[in-house]
């Protein structure tokens, strides 16, 4: 089963942070595109130089990771437990 989510949910929760903690070991990321309302038009993988964030960026990462596992946690371990 799948629930659509937008892309500033994904930004929102740290997930594309995270995410791109990893992408960047292969040199690459996701980008996103926000218009002047910083409402998010657009996100495709592009290649990059960059290896890692700033500390900052590193610790509002973790913070909002660990925010949404907190949220999360119970809905995440009941949907191990579903059988088809």
């Given amino acids: ?3 659509k989510k937008s ?3 994904f930004q929102d929760s740290g997930l594309l942070w995270w ?3 990893i992408l ?3 040199g690459w990321a ?3 595109e926000s218009d002047e309302d910083d409402k998010i038009v657009d ?3 592009v ?3 960059s290896r890692g ?3 900052s960026a590193n610790d509002e990462g973790y913070k909002k990771v660990s925010q949404f596992m907190k949220n999360n946690a119970q809905q995440l371990f009941d949907e191990t437990q579903q059988t088809d």
């Fill in 47 to 49: 290649r990059t130089t």
């Fill in 24 to 26: 960047h070991t292969f």
């Fill in 19 to 21: 995410i791109n903690q």
């Fill in 1 to 3: 089963m799948f629930n």
């Fill in 30 to 32: 996701i980008a996103i």
């Fill in 43 to 45: 996100a495709y993988p």
């Fill in 7 to 9: 892309w500033k949910e």
């Fill in 53 to 55: 964030f700033e500390s």
